[in-house]
């Protein structure tokens, strides 16, 4: 039987890597999907791409969208400063509405390329600050994809929407990933990450990553800017 | 009481442009919002403009986003010819997941700006063709905004969606339209329409719009291409 296509939600992070890497250990066929949104974090992008390569992806889109034109973040809005240390409530790098428009796309993307299954890299961790990271927005998406598309009224395979870390840690996520052979050093997940990639160490996104290399008792091959 | 602020999806058609008449007759202070996606007709977008100005919107944004990407749709894609005789089924100018993409990126805005309120202008003859016009998806969209955002997590006052033209026929949006003084002259319907913004009167998009103003016993003032 031939392999099913599933597209993948792929930012360049440590998350989203994990995920290229599971989906395509459960025998789906990767196609995966960037989004160029006027992100901060530019070398994200360029992670994509290497990662796509070594973790076996049977193609890699990579989408603009100017999310700069409705503003409202940190990482989108550079009169808005990224924090540098721990924050209450819901982040000022959130980005409005992120996930439900990169759920979109990738839906069309989906559709274009008779696709039935979507898998995006929200955890445990990132759904206590981003609305749009919970168990209940991706069963909601769910059902609006499959109201959305061809698939809902041709009576088609319906879409699943796979968040295969919701219910993992930081640390699981990382054990599982290298099981998997996910090299960390080449995700980039920092909010102010350098041209090349290397991490600032001190933003949201950088302490949940070093939090998780701790945990898991594994080396940290994150490659950090050098210090003042 | 301050107007409450609206965010209404203006694509440069007649529908939005009725939606955005109406919106403000029922007192909201309007922010339109316009996607330039690589469609074919770019004049829809010199008409958003024009309408956004003369129906009194308080700001009118326009975010580009290359769909083209994907693919999938005559809209985008060059090599796909928009029909010009009536077809079955959903037509191949359906853009894949499109009012998914749009209403997500308005619901980003809406967050941005504090908006709760939402206009979309999809109607009863068009869902009869493209899936994600039917009331059904409007109300799952509506449930996954307010899962997907602050207004979630934070119990502020839930996203609305509003499609006051779907249970409407196309002669009814004209009437009410003209109402409220919208010049249909300036808006732009036609798939393949020219930099000018005149119409080749031979699209779906084309056949639906005159057979309205016809059903609604009124001049059709849409400008046509000179034919050959």
Redesign the interface.
């Known amino acids: 039987m031939a392999a099913r296509n599933a597209v993948v939600l792929l930012s360049g992070g440590l998350d989203s890597a994990t995920v290229l890497a599971m989906a395509r250990d459960a025998g789906y066929r990767c196609h995966a ?1 960037s989004f160029d949104y006027g992100q901060r974090h530019r070398a994200e992008l360029s992670a994509c791409s290497e990662i796509a390569g070594t973790l076996g992806a049977a193609d890699h ?7 700069g ?4 973040s940190a990482l989108t809005d550079p009169s808005i400063a990224v924090p540098e240390t721990p924050t209450q ?2 982040p000022v790098t ?8 990169f ?3 990738a ?3 989906a ?2 390329i008779g696709a039935s299954d979507l898998f995006i890299g929200v955890n445990a961790v990132d759904y206590s600050g981003y ?2 990271c ?1 168990p ?2 991706i069963r ?2 769910e ?3 499959n ?4 698939a ?3 009576g088609e395979s319906p879409f699943r929407i796979h968040a295969p870390l919701s219910e993992l840690s930081k640390a699981d996520i990382i054990r599982r990933g290298l099981d998997l052979g996910v090299d960390y050093s080449r995700t980039v997940s920092c909010y102010q990450a350098d041209a090349e990639g290397r991490a600032c160490g001190v933003c949201d996104s950088c302490r949940l990553r070093a939090d998780g290399f701790r945990e898991a008792g594994v080396p940290d091959p994150t490659r950090y800017q050098p210090t003042g």
Do not use: S
Not at 69 to 72: C, E, K, N, Q, S
Not at 94 to 101: D, E, L, M
């Open positions: 999907i889109r990579r989408v603009r969208l100017e999310l034109a409705i503003g409202g409530g819901i959130y980005v409005p509405a992120r996930n439900t428009v759920l979109a796309l839906l069309g993307y559709e274009v609305p749009d919970r209940e927005f909601a998406f059902t609006t994809a109201l959305a598309t061809r809902g009224v041709e």
